[in-house]
C-alpha cells in the first residue's frame, strides 16, 4: 500500500508512539467499520494517521512508484479521493483541451494528496467511424493518461457509451448513420420524440448496427480499450467505470433536456415506444394473458412539460400505477433496464476480468419526488421503487453478481436545500440506495453532484460517518470553476481537513514525533518536483 | 494586502504649560508624510469644536504641525478630549478606540489613577507596535516614558508632556508603466517602470509564435536575473535614483511576439492583470505600449491600443487599481494561508513542520491560480455543433458585479403594499417555480431589516432580519428556494440611512441600539434634523431619518461586515442599493468589493431636465448624472435607467417617439452610453404601485417592455405586471430576448425615430416598433418574421 511507503519514509517508528486512545478520535468514522478486528486494526489506522499527518508530504513522497494495489477484492484502505476531469478533456475531433491546464492542475492535486482523477472517455470520440477491427483512436486519452502517470496519479477511466449535450459529444457517426436509416433503435417517449443520447435497451442482443448487436459493439470498445491501455492497467488505471445509459447512469432517458426551457417539476416520459421496446412489451403482455396491456405505454401518464400530478398514472392515491395493470408495466419496464445493465456489465467483467483493476458503474440519485407515494421521477427512470416497494434491491443484487462497485451521486445534496414543492428528498434516498449495497455487499464510490460552498461538509460527513460503506469518492469536476477563489480554497479545506479530521490538542503527536513525522523529506521531495519541470 | 500598504508613523507631541491664570495646551504634530490634519476636540460638556492644526516648523524635512488653545483655568473643567481627524481622507485617529484625554486641574486623583493604568500598558507597547503595522483600523498606541509619568504624579499641573504614535495605514495606488521601442539592430527594448515601492521582481517570458505560451528568451539576460523552472525569468528591477520606484530595461529580439509577466513583490503577493497574466504584444513590428500606461511620456514611435472608449477607461481604472485591488491570486493565497494557519497553530508551533507544510501550500496555491487562469480563458476545440456551448462558456466566464452574466432579466419581487400581509416571503415562496418558468434569472426582494416604516425604507437594527415580510428563517427559506431553480436573489440594501434607537441629551433622535451601536459621529454633520457629529454628507441628503457618514471608518467596516454578513447567512447574492444619491459612489464600490455580489444596481433617481414644463430633448446631463455615479463606484454597480424611463413616459404620453434616439442615432437614456449597466425598468414600487409617484403611461405599459425587453442594457420588470393580464404577453418578450440570446450589451439600431413610431434592429437578430404608427423591417439582409405583437408594439425575428 502506498501509504505503508510513506509511513516507512515518514519513519515512525513504532504505533506505540502514539497514544492509543487517540484512535477512536483520529480514526473517526473510516475506522468505524473497520472495528471489531481490534488489535489487527491500529495497522491500517496507523496508515491512516500518518496520511493524516502529512498528507502533503505524502503525496511528495509516497507513491514513487505506484504500488498495484487496488486490485479486485482488496479493499480496506482509507477512502480514495478522486477529481474529475474535463468532460471535453479530449474534443470531438480528439486533440487535447486544455493541455497545460491540466498538467497543472494534477501537480496541483498531486501535491494537495489527491489519490487520482477521473478520465471521461468518449465511445463517439474514439471511434468515429466503423472500423472492422474494432480499433480506435486512443491516442489523445493516451497521451492524458501519460500526463496523469506523470504526475504521479492513479486513473479512473469512465467508458461513455451515450452522446452529451454540454459539452457536444455525439454519438460514433456511424451510428448516426444507422439511426437515421431506422430512428427506431433509439428509445422514443409517447409523443415520439427520440432521445439521441444512448440506443434503445430493447435493441441491446439485436443484430441492428450493420448486422452485429450493440452488445458486441460495446464489447469491441472495451476490448479495443484493453489492448490500447494494456500497459497501464494495475499501475495507473485501478478503476473502470462502465457508462450504463444517458449520462453515464443506469436509467432511461425519460427527462432529456428538450430544446427551449423546460418545466423545473417536469419528470419527462415513459421512454417504450420505439419500435422493439413495442414489440418486447406486446410479447410479454400476451405472455401474461393481457394483451390489451401490450398495445402501449400508460394513455394517462404526463407529458415532457407537464408535471407529473397533471395526468392520472401518479396520482397519489388511486393512480393507476396502483394498479395491476400498472403494476405490470412497471415490473416490465424496470425489469428492462435491469436486464440492459446486467448484459453490459456481464461483458464489462468478462472483457476485464484478468486485470488489476476495479469496474464500477453508476446509478442516478432521482431524488425529486421521492417523498410522495408514487415517487414519478424514479419510476420514468426505471426503477420501479415506489411506497412499500424497494426498486433498488433488485439493482443491488445485479452489482453484487457482477461484482461492480456502485457510483452513487449526490453525496452533497441535503434535503434542507432541494425544493420542498418538488417533494425531493436526496437524502432519504441514498441512504435507500446505501442499505441495498450493504445487503448486498456491493462496494460504493460516491461523487458529487455540484460545486457547491456547503456541499463539501454533507460529503465529508457520508464519508466520515460512522456505517459509511463508501470506498472512494470522485469529485466532479476540474475546470475554471474547479480552480476559482470561490471553490478551490474549499475544496482544499476539504481533501485536508478529511485527512485531518478535527484533532484535539491532546490528539497530537509530541514534538519528537512530529520531527520524525515531518523530515526533510519534505523539502527536498519539494525541490525535486520543482526542478523536474 | 501585504506589502501594497505602508503605514505611515506619526508622532504626537503634547507639551502644557500652566501659569496662574491660562494653561496654554500646545499640540504639536510631527508626520513622516506632509498632510493635513485637523483637530477635534471635545471638552466635558457635550459639544465639540473643529479646529484646524497649523503647520508651524520643520524638523528635519518633517513637517511639524499645531495647535494652541488658551483655556482659563477658572472654569471647571475636568479634562480634555480630542480626537484628530485626517482632513483629506476623513480618517479619524484615536486611542485605543476611544478619544484622547487630557487631564486638567482640580482632577488630581482620577488623573493619578489613569496614570497608573497607561502605566501598564507601555508593558508590552513596544511589540505591539510594530505588530499592529500592517493593521487596517487605524489606532493610535502610546509611547511612554517612565520620567514622564513620574513627573506627572510629582509636579501635577506644571507640565504634562506626552508622546503617543499613530499609526496609519493607506491603501496605495501605484502603476506600471510598459514602452517598447525599437533598440535597433533587430532588437527591441522593453522599459518597464513602476512606482510601487520597495523590491519588485518581474517574473517574465516571451512569446515566439501566436500561442501565448510563456518561454525564455535567449541570452544574455538582463542583470540580476534568475531562471524561473525553465520556463520563466525573474529579474528583480533596480530602484530609481530619487526612490520613488524603480525601473528595468529588456532587450529582446525582433522576431518576439510579445511579452507575458507578472509582477512579484515578495514571497507572498503577486500581482497580474485581473487573474491573468499581463501580456504586452510586440507585433505590428515597430513598438507598442498598453496596458497601465494611463500617463507613459510617448517614445518616438508609439503607438495604444484603442478600444470601445468607455470601456476602456473602465479597464484603466480596474488597472490602476490591480494593485489593491483584491486579485484573484492573492485571494486563493490568503484562502490557503487562512488554512495553514488553522491546522498549524493545531499543530504547535514547529517552525520546521509549519514552513514545509507552507512551501507545499504555496506551489498548490500558485498552479491552482495559474490553472484557473488557463481555464478561464482556454475556448475548447470543438467542431461547429458546439460553438453556441463555447459561447457560453465565455460569458458565464465575465460575471462582474456591475452586469452579472451580461444575460440578466430582473424581476422586482414586491410591491408597495406586500407587507401588509406580514408573511410576503411565504407568498411569493409558491410562485417561485413560475418566476423561473417565466426566465427570470434575477430577484429583487424587499429590505429585510427591522425598519420603523412597514415597508422596510427606515431600517433600524440592521441584524434584526425580522420584518413586516416575513421573519428571518422564511426569508432564507425563500432564498433557497429561489437558489434551487438558479434564479439569483437581490437584497434590498438601504445604506444611506438609519433609524435611531435612542435620543441624545437634547431629544434629538441619533444614538443607535442594536448590534450595531454607534453614536453621533456615525451621522453626516450637515442634516441639522439630527445633530450628526460626523462629517459633511457625501450626497444628497434624505430628511426623513439620520443619514449615515459613510466617511468614518468604523461605519464602513461595519456595513461591510453587515454586507458580508447578509450575503452567507440569507444567502443573498446582491443587492439593489437604495437612494445612491445620499452618497459617493466610491464608497459603494467599497462595499461591493468586500460583499463580492454577483450583481449590484443602485437606485439614482433625480429629476430630469423640463424647460416651461415641457421635457428637454437632450437629456444627457440627466443620463450623465446617473454615469458619473457608476464611473464613481468603479463600475461595480449598474444602476437604474431613470433617464429611459422618463423618455418612455413623454415619447409614449404625447406622441413623440423622436424623443427616442439621441443627437447620435443611440437610444437616449443611459442604455444608449453605457448599456452594460444601465438596469432598464418602466414601473417600480414608489413610481407605481399604491404610490405612484411617477407612474408610466397607463395601458401603454407593453410599449414600454416591448422595449426595454428588446434593447440593451439589463431589463427589470415589476411585480404588479407580471401578475396581471400582461403576463403572457410578457412573457413572450422574455422568451424572445433569451431565445435570441440578446444581452447587456447587445448593439441596437435605430431605423426609424419618427412622431409616431420608433423601430430598431438589435443584434440583426430581432427588430421591435413601438408606437400607431406604421413600420414594417426592410428584409434586405434578413427574412423578418413576426415573432409577437400587442397593442402599438411589434416584434420580429430574423430567421
Request: overall charge negative; some cysteine; glycine content about 8%.
Amino acid at each position: 500500500m502506498e501509504f505503508a511507503t510513506a509511513f516507512r519514509h515518514a519513519g515512525v517508528a513504532a504505533p506505540e508512539l502514539i497514544p492509543a486512545r487517540s484512535w477512536a478520535a483520529i480514526g473517526g468514522g473510516s475506522c468505524g467499520r473497520r472495528a471489531g478486528r481490534s488489535l489487527i486494526v491500529l495497522n491500517p489506522t496507523r496508515d491512516a494517521w500518518v496520511r493524516r499527518a502529512v498528507p502533503a508530504v505524502r503525496s511528495v513522497i509516497a507513491a514513487e512508484k505506484l504500488t498495484p494495489s487496488a486490485s479486485k477484492g482488496a479493499g480496506t484502505g482509507p477512502v480514495q479521493l478522486f477529481v474529475g476531469l474535463p468532460l471535453d478533456a479530449v474534443s470531438n475531433c480528439n486533440t487535447i483541451n486544455h493541455a497545460r491546464a491540466i498538467a497543472i492542475g494534477l501537480r496541483a492535486l498531486k501535491l494537495l494528496g489527491v489519490d487520482g482523477v477521473e478520465l471521461p472517455v468518449w465511445w463517439g470520440i474514439v471511434q468515429p467511424d466503423l472500423s472492422t477491427s474494432g480499433a480506435g483512436n486512443w491516442s489523445s486519452y493516451l497521451a492524458l493518461a501519460g500526463l496523469v502517470l506523470e504526475a504521479g496519479l492513479r486513473l479512473r477511466v469512465s467508458l461513455n457509451l451515450h452522446s452529451s449535450e454540454t459539452p457536444a459529444i455525439p454519438l460514433p457517426r456511424w451510428i448516426s448513420r444507422i439511426i437515421e436509416a431506422n430512428p427506431d433503435i433509439l428509445c422514443a417517449g409517447r409523443s415520439g420524440l427520440r432521445c439521441r443520447d444512448c440506443l434503445s435497451f430493447a435493441v441491446d442482443e439485436l443484430p441492428v448496427l450493420d448486422g452485429r448487436t450493440p452488445i458486441k459493439v460495446y464489447e469491441d470498445f472495451f476490448l479495443s480499450f484493453r489492448s490500447a491501455f494494456s500497459e497501464l492497467f494495475g499501475n495507473t488505471v485501478t478503476d473502470i467505470s462502465v457508462g450504463l445509459g444517458p449520462n453515464g447512469e443506469l436509467r432511461y432517458p425519460s427527462s432529456q433536456q428538450l430544446a427551449g426551457r423546460r418545466r423545473p417539476d417536469a419528470i419527462g416520459e415513459f421512454q417504450c415506444y420505439d419500435k422493439y421496446m413495442l414489440a418486447d412489451l406486446k410479447k410479454h403482455a400476451e405472455e401474461s394473458g393481457n394483451p390489451l396491456w401490450g398495445l402501449g405505454g400508460p394513455h394517462d401518464a404526463p407529458e415532457y412539460n407537464q408535471a407529473p400530478d397533471s395526468s392520472g398514472f401518479f396520482r397519489e392515491n388511486g393512480g393507476s400505477w396502483q394498479t395491476p395493470y400498472g403494476d405490470f408495466f412497471l415490473s416490465w419496464y424496470s425489469e428492462q433496464l435491469l436486464l440492459h445493465g446486467d448484459r453490459l456489465l456481464s461483458v464489462a467483467s468478462k472483457v476485464f476480468d484478468d486485470l488489476p483493476v476495479r469496474l464500477s458503474a453508476k446509478v442516478p440519485l432521482l431524488h425529486y419526488w421521492h417523498r410522495s407515494r408514487s415517487r414519478p421521477a424514479e419510476l420514468i427512470s426505471g426503477f420501479y421503487n415506489t411506497e412499500g416497494r424497494d426498486g433498488y434491491e433488485a439493482i443491488a443484487n445485479m452489482f453484487s453478481r457482477n461484482s461492480v462497485t456502485m457510483i452513487v451521486p449526490g453525496l452533497d445534496l441535503a434535503d434542507g436545500d432541494e425544493r420542498q414543492e418538488l417533494l425531493s428528498s436526496p437524502e432519504l434516498l441514498l441512504s435507500q440506495i446505501m442499505t441495498a449495497c450493504k445487503r448486498h455487499r456491493v462496494r460504493v464510490s460516491g461523487e458529487n453532484s455540484l460545486l457547491s460552498r456547503d456541499g463539501f461538509y454533507r460529503i465529508k460527513k457520508h464519508l466520515l460517518s460512522e456505517n459509511s460503506q463508501v470506498e472512494s469518492y470522485t469529485h466532479q469536476r476540474m475546470g475554471a470553476h474547479f480552480f476559482s477563489p470561490e471553490h478551490f480554497p474549499l475544496f482544499t479545506e476539504f481533501v485536508r481537513s478529511f485527512a485531518l479530521p478535527e484533532l484535539d490538542a491532546d490528539d497530537m503527536v509530541s514534538d519528537e514525533e512530529r520531527k520524525m513525522t515531518l523530515p526533510n523529506h519534505a523539502a527536498s521531495g519539494n525541490d525535486r518536483e520543482m526542478q523536474a519541470v | 494586502m501585504g506589502s501594497t500598504t505602508f503605514g505611515n508613523e506619526t508622532s504626537w507631541l503634547y507639551p502644557y504649560k500652566s501659569n496662574l491664570y491660562f494653561f496654554a495646551l500646545l499640540i504639536l504634530l510631527l508626520l513622516l508624510l506632509a498632510y493635513y490634519v485637523g483637530i477635534y476636540y471635545v471638552f466635558s460638556q457635550d459639544y465639540a469644536i473643529e479646529t484646524p492644526l497649523k503647520r508651524s516648523s520643520t524638523v528635519e524635512g518633517q513637517a511639524l504641525y499645531e495647535v494652541r488653545i488658551n483655556y482659563d483655568s477658572s472654569n471647571p473643567v475636568a479634562a480634555m478630549n480630542f480626537v484628530l481627524k485626517e482632513e483629506e481622507t476623513g480618517a479619524w485617529f484615536q486611542h485605543k478606540g476611544r478619544d484622547f484625554r487630557i487631564p486638567l486641574m482640580n482632577n488630581l486623583q482620577q488623573y493619578a489613577g489613569n496614570e497608573a493604568q497607561r502605566q501598564s500598558f507601555s508593558i508590552w507597547q513596544g511589540s505591539l507596535n510594530q505588530l499592529s503595522n500592517f493593521l487596517m483600523k487605524h489606532d493610535v498606541s502610546d509611547f511612554e516614558d517612565q520620567e514622564n509619568n513620574s513627573n506627572i504624579h510629582q509636579i501635577l499641573m506644571k507640565d504634562y508632556y506626552e508622546e503617543y504614535s499613530v499609526i496609519k495605514a493607506e491603501f496605495a495606488q501605484n502603476s506600471l508603466t510598459v514602452t517598447v521601442k525599437s533598440g535597433g539592430a533587430n532588437k527591441m527594448l522593453v522599459y518597464f517602470d513602476t512606482d510601487v515601492p520597495g523590491d519588485v521582481t518581474i517574473h517574465w517570458g516571451v512569446c515566439k509564435d501566436k500561442n501565448i505560451r510563456w518561454e525564455l528568451p535567449s541570452a544574455p539576460f538582463p542583470p540580476s536575473t534568475r531562471i524561473f523552472r525553465q520556463k520563466a525569468l525573474q529579474t528583480a528591477l533596480q530602484p530609481k535614483a530619487d526612490g520613488s520606484g524603480s525601473w528595468g530595461l529588456f532587450s529582446l529580439e525582433q522576431e518576439i511576439q510579445g511579452v507575458l509577466f507578472v509582477l512579484k513583490l515578495n514571497e507572498y503577493t503577486w500581482l497580474n492583470n485581473k487573474g491573468t497574466d499581463f501580456y504586452i504584444p510586440l507585433t505590428n513590428v515597430i513598438s507598442f505600449s498598453s496596458q497601465s500606461c494611463t500617463d507613459c511620456i510617448s517614445e518616438d514611435q508609439l503607438s495604444s491600443k484603442e478600444k470601445d472608449i468607455r470601456e476602456d477607461q473602465q479597464q484603466l481604472v480596474d488597472k490602476n487599481q490591480t494593485i489593491h485591488q483584491v486579485l484573484y491570486t492573492d485571494e486563493i493565497i490568503s484562502g490557503i494561508r487562512n488554512l495553514v494557519t488553522d491546522i498549524s497553530s493545531v499543530r504547535g508551533k514547529k517552525a520546521k513542520s509549519r514552513e514545509a507544510q507552507e512551501s507545499i501550500l504555496q506551489e498548490i496555491e500558485k498552479l491552482a491560480a495559474e490553472a484557473y487562469s488557463i481555464f478561464r480563458s482556454s475556448s475548447p476545440a470543438f467542431l461547429e455543433e458546439s460553438i453556441l456551448e463555447s459561447d457560453q462558456t465565455k460569458i458565464s466566464g465575465n460575471v462582474s458585479s456591475g452586469t452579472g452574466s451580461g444575460y440578466e432579466i430582473l424581476c422586482q419581487g414586491f410591491n408597495w403594499e406586500s407587507h401588509k400581509s406580514g408573511r410576503w416571503y411565504c407568498e411569493l415562496k409558491p410562485k417561485v417555480v413560475e418566476l423561473a418558468s417565466l426566465g427570470f434569472t434575477i430577484i429583487w426582494l424587499p429590505p429585510p431589516t427591522e425598519s420603523v416604516s412597514p415597508e422596510g425604507y427606515m431600517p433600524k437594527d440592521l441584524y434584526n432580519l425580522n420584518s413586516r415580510y416575513g421573519s428571518m428563517e422564511e426569508l432564507k427559506d425563500l432564498v433557497k428556494g429561489f437558489h434551487a431553480v438558479e434564479i439569483k436573489v437581490l437584497g434590498d440594501a438601504v445604506l444611506n440611512h438609519r433609524c435611531a434607537h435612542y435620543q441624545n441629551a437634547n431629544g434629538i433622535w441619533n444614538i443607535f441600539g442594536g448590534h450595531l451601536n454607534w453614536d453621533d459621529r456615525a451621522i453626516v454633520a450637515d442634516d441639522p434634523h439630527f445633530q450628526g457629529r460626523g462629517n459633511k454628507s457625501s450626497g444628497d441628503n434624505f430628511h426623513a431619518a439620520p443619514n449615515i457618514d459613510h466617511s468614518q471608518d468604523f461605519v464602513r467596516k461595519d456595513l461591510k461586515e453587515w454586507l458580508c454578513w447578509l450575503r452567507k447567512e440569507v444567502g443573498y447574492d446582491g443587492w439593489r442599493l437604495d437612494f445612491v444619491r445620499g452618497f459617493w459612489g466610491g464608497y459603494v464600490g467599497d462595499y461591493l468589493e468586500a460583499s463580492e455580489p454577483y450583481f449590484a444596481v443602485g437606485e439614482y433617481w433625480d429629476s430630469l431636465s423640463y424647460k416651461y414644463g415641457e421635457m428637454e430633448f437632450n437629456q444627457d446631463a440627466h443620463r450623465q448624472r446617473i454615469i458619473d455615479w457608476i464611473n464613481a463606484t468603479n463600475g461595480t454597480a449598474g444602476a437604474f435607467d431613470v433617464t429611459t424611463k422618463g423618455i418612455l413616459h413623454t415619447a409614449l404620453e404625447k406622441c413623440e417617439y423622436w424623443r427616442l434616439s439621441d443627437e447620435k442615432g443611440k437610444p437616449a437614456g443611459v442604455v444608449g452610453w453605457w448599456p452594460s449597466r444601465a438596469v432598464t425598468f418602466i414601473e417600480n414600487h414608489d413610481t407605481g404601485s399604491t404610490q405612484g409617484h411617477w407612474r408610466f403611461p397607463s395601458g401603454k405599459e407593453m410599449q414600454g417592455y416591448a422595449y426595454i425587453l428588446t434593447h440593451p442594457g439589463t431589463p427589470a420588470v415589476f411585480y404588479d405586471h407580471i401578475f396581471s393580464h400582461y403576463q403572457q404577453e410578457i412573457s413572450k418578450l422574455i422568451s424572445i430576448r433569451r431565445r435570441c440570446n440578446i444581452h447587456c450589451r447587445s448593439m441596437v439600431k435605430i431605423t426609424k425615430a419618427e412622431k409616431d413610431v420608433y423601430a430598431a434592429e438589435i443584434d440583426e437578430k430581432v427588430a421591435v416598433k413601438i408606437g400607431p404608427g406604421y413600420y414594417e423591417p426592410l428584409s434586405d439582409s434578413h427574412d423578418w418574421v413576426l415573432a409577437a405583437e400587442g397593442y402599438e408594439y411589434k416584434l420580429w425575428e430574423a430567421s
